[in-house]
């Protein structure tokens, strides 16, 4: 008889296979004592199984991408897809300076320049220009103002090879922590030669000549980066006695992060020679340290390599688009594509792209141009890309819950933290601020109420919150989609006669006179909006909310009672989730209002035109069990939940939270949780210091 | 009439054991590796399980005795009286075919090395074995 169970790979099960096998023979019989003879030959022989089987799950394992888990294998797998994982990354600051020149013959200097190298201290690293940044000088007062100087973490690293063709070689960066986007490398005829050659980073070889000055760049063992040359016929071959110089930043990566505080150690020599210590310059910081990050995760390769191939450097299904704006543009976080036929109406002939980016902000416009530029080469002929902002859904989840005082051995403190990390493992686990990702309350409440053992019951409201980003002193309609059915407040309730009367536009109606005319048809509104301004009122805070059939009705607050400023100010899609507000013409936001005059007007209307103002709106689902991202181009985000705990036998208040829509506390973004991302690569493109 | 003694070969037996011998000798007969059978099976196994030292038998870290680690103790009365606790609570935990019935641990002082006497009775059977051997530093 043959062993029964050829598949396991554990010590235990390898043996009681043996022993089932010796059961069936009669040449021994103690195998069941452990203190046997043969029980240790039994365990000797379980042993080399064991040992033969996990060396052969283990290199079989490492022969793919999707199980193998040692770097140096997953690189060498993705290096067979073209692809190379990103290296470690040098945090930037962006600082300004300021240097009073000195005359030279009662003449100042033409220009200065900053010379390349450490040009900054700050939290205990040294900070460099990676080349030289010259300014003109004021011939007026003599001062010279860099006004953005890039500050790159890290040592700046030269290192050279020698080209010898008979032995072969190998150009690695001889440094773990080296920065390749910093790389540079050039070569020199001789050792005893001064001129230089640079190349150029190269990964797609359909347009490179036999002369071409390129190199290809791959990781390698431990980390590292190995540099290849052409071979005289894709790209230009280095020929012996040859000199290859690398120049390159060996960082810190992210740790360097977040330093604000600099102490200028540059140097500047300006157009007549002069030198000028580093107490010349006044330096101001412009943006704080940020963009450092780790070299690509194993996972992130993982992810990214197939799809890269699978792009094959064209793009024509929308995931090939996702691959190659994410490998052009790096500082997106995620990226959706979608055609413009899933648009409602459909728009034929282009394909739309939503990148939401690492820092959160949106993309400007010149951004978006040269995306989209880049990406026209790889687009079929008759699709035009076209890059739209990021639509962002916000739901606020407030928690409540009740737990058991005698059983609850912890205090009220540690339930509360730990319903919070059950909502963050949530909100990691569902990927929920992804493209196409739904929020699902089920779920969520199955995470809240399995966060800790002392929770009895739980209860959550939900309510959504978008932004109307309204542009200033212009009239226009302001529309937002919820994507799902808004809430009917009372669904038995419908217009009667005699609310016409207070229907003309603009006309000041005091609300409680309204309501008793039609006491029938009062709703409570399951929308409302934060506080704007208004050009025909711009020194009084204006909201709105919905009427219950299908209006938005604008008012400010008098005293203890709203005062009605237009009964119409808008409309409402109960069905389909589309607030449109408007035309309205918006003057300020929340606290950015305008300065008004004794006369009740703006004392300088010219300053709010083309100012964009984020209006909050806060409204309730009809069916918050599932919520549904408005469009393709939209991602939920999960606003820090309120989280309130009570004893048991206090009643919980109900889930539907009509009278407390609370959207003051939104005017500004509130903080959503965060998810980290499996590769946190940053880039300097869309913040204008680090671009001029 | 003289009575015949009575051998655990005439017994009748629920269940024989047998077990390769350590020595791993050929069997003149049969050309096969030797085996050992009943009560030496179990003399061996004994013996394995007091000379196995904890974390020797592969994946089982606790099997086996402490002896060899107690003979790098200074020799003396307590020393013994450990090892003697040591050797009865290993064959306790581990073999359960017999019942120890008596252990005698004997220093000799010049050798720096002490003889182990172990009477048992096998379970079920009306025998009595006994198996001797001594314990000493490697050197």
């Not at chain 1, 235990?12 to 043996?18: C, F, L, T």
């Not at chain 1, 793919?64 to 060498?76: G, I, M, P």
């Not at chain 2, 003694?5 to 390769?20: E, G, N, Y």
Request: glycine share 6%; net charge negative; hydrophobic share 35%.
């Amino acid at each position: 008889m043959l062993p029964n169970n050829l598949t396991a790979l554990d010590f235990e099960d390898i043996k009681s296979s043996i022993k089932t096998y010796l059961r069936t023979r009669e040449e021994f019989l103690d195998y069941d004592f452990e203190g046997s003879g043969l029980s240790y030959l039994i365990d000797v022989l379980s042993y080399n199984t064991y040992y033969s089987s996990f060396m052969a799950n283990m290199s079989m394992n490492e022969a793919f991408l999707s199980s193998s888990t040692v770097r140096d294998n997953v690189v060498n797998i993705a290096k067979l897809l073209s692809y190379t994982p990103t290296s470690i990354k040098c945090s930037k600051a962006c600082v300004s300076l300021k240097v009073q020149t000195q005359q030279t013959g009662e003449s100042y200097p033409n220009n200065i320049t900053l010379q390349k190298g450490p040009i900054a201290t700050g939290g205990n690293r040294t900070w460099n220009a990676l080349s030289p940044v010259t300014v003109e000088v004021d011939q007026t007062t003599g001062i010279a103002e860099f006004l953005a100087v890039t500050l790159n973490q890290g040592s700046i690293i030269t290192f050279s090879y020698l080209v010898d063709n008979f032995a072969k070689q190998r150009y690695v960066i001889p440094a773990e922590s080296a920065d390749m986007e910093t790389l540079s490398v050039t070569v020199r005829p001789n050792e005893s030669s001064t001129i230089k050659d640079t190349y150029n980073l190269v990964s797609n070889i359909t347009e490179v000549k036999s002369t071409n000055r390129v190199y290809f760049l791959s990781e390698t063992e431990d980390e590292r980066y190995e540099v290849t040359f052409g071979d005289g016929t894709i790209g230009r071959k280095l020929i012996d006695g040859e000199v290859i110089e690398f120049e390159y930043l060996v960082t810190e990566g992210s740790i360097a992060n977040d330093t604000s505080v600099f102490t200028f150690i540059g140097k500047f020599i300006d157009s007549n020679t002069v030198n000028y210590a580093p107490s010349a310059a006044k330096l101001t910081v412009k943006e704080k340290a940020q963009f450092g990050s780790e070299a690509e995760t194993i996972e992130s390769v993982k992810f990214n390599a197939p799809r890269y191939y699978a792009a094959q450097n064209r793009a024509v299904t929308t995931q090939d688009y996702e691959t190659i704006v994410k490998r052009l543009y790096s500082n997106a976080k995620t990226v959706a594509a979608y055609g413009g036929d899933e648009l409602n109406p459909p728009i034929y002939g282009k394909v739309y792209i939503a990148i939401k980016t690492k820092t959160g902000s949106s993309l400007n416009d010149a951004t978006k141009t040269s995306l989209k530029t880049q990406l026209r080469s790889y687009a079929m002929a008759s699709i035009e890309p076209v890059i739209v902002d990021t639509n962002t859904l916000y739901i606020y989840p407030r928690i409540f819950a009740s737990y058991d005082p005698s059983t609850a051995s912890r205090d009220v403190s540690n339930i509360t933290s730990n319903i919070q990390d059950a909502v963050n493992q949530y909100a990691q686990q569902s990927e929920i601020n992804n493209f196409n990702n739904n929020f699902s309350l089920s779920k969520f409440q199955k995470a809240v109420t399995s966060s800790d053992p002392n929770v009895a019951d739980t209860s959550t409201q939900i309510s959504l919150v978008q932004y109307v980003k309204a542009t200033g002193n212009q009239s226009n309609t302001y529309c937002v989609s919820t994507g799902s059915p808004l809430l009917d407040s009372a669904p038995n309730l419908t217009l009667t006669t005699g609310s016409g009367t207070t229907e003309s536009e603009n006309t000041e109606v005091d609300v409680t006179i309204t309501t008793t005319i039609n006491e029938a048809c009062k709703k409570e509104p399951v929308i409302k909006s934060g506080k704007f301004r208004l050009a025909d009122r711009p020194g009084i805070d204006q909201y709105f909310e919905d009427d219950g059939f299908g209006n938005l009705v604008i008012y400010y607050i008098s005293g203890n009672r709203k005062v009605i400023t237009n009964p119409k100010g808008g409309t409402v899609d109960y069905n389909s989730g589309t607030i449109c507000f408007g035309p309205v013409n918006i003057v300020g936001s929340g606290g950015d209002v305008p300065d008004v005059n004794v006369d009740g007007e703006i004392d300088s209307p010219e300053l709010i035109v083309g100012t964009d103002f984020n209006i909050a709106i806060q409204s309730i689902p009809s069916n918050p069990s599932i919520i549904y991202t408005p469009d393709p181009g939209s991602i939920i985000e999960i606003i820090v939940p309120t989280i309130s705990v009570s004893p048991l036998g206090t009643n919980l208040p109900p889930t539907i939270p009509l009278n407390s829509l609370t959207p003051e506390i939104f005017e500004i973004v509130p903080p959503i949780i965060e998810i980290p991302d499996i590769s946190n690569n940053g880039n300097l493109a869309n913040i204008s210091c680090f671009n001029s | 009439m003289a009575l015949k003694p009575i051998t655990s070969r005439d017994l009748k037996r629920s269940r024989a054991f047998k077990d390769i011998n350590m020595s791993i000798l050929k069997n003149p007969f049969t050309k096969d590796i030797a085996s050992v059978t009943n009560e030496e099976s179990i003399k061996q196994s004994i013996k394995n399980i007091v000379l196995t030292a904890p974390g020797e038998k592969l994946f089982n870290p606790k099997f086996g005795s402490n002896v060899y680690n107690m003979l790098f103790e200074p020799l003396d009365p307590f020393m013994i009286d450990s090892l003697q606790v040591e050797i009865l609570n290993t064959i306790k935990n581990y073999e359960k075919r017999v019942e120890v019935t008596n252990l005698r641990c004997i220093p000799d002082y010049d050798y720096n090395s002490v003889t182990v006497s172990l009477e048992y009775r096998i379970v079920g059977l009306p025998i009595t074995e006994t198996i001797q051997f001594v314990l000493q530093r490697p050197s």
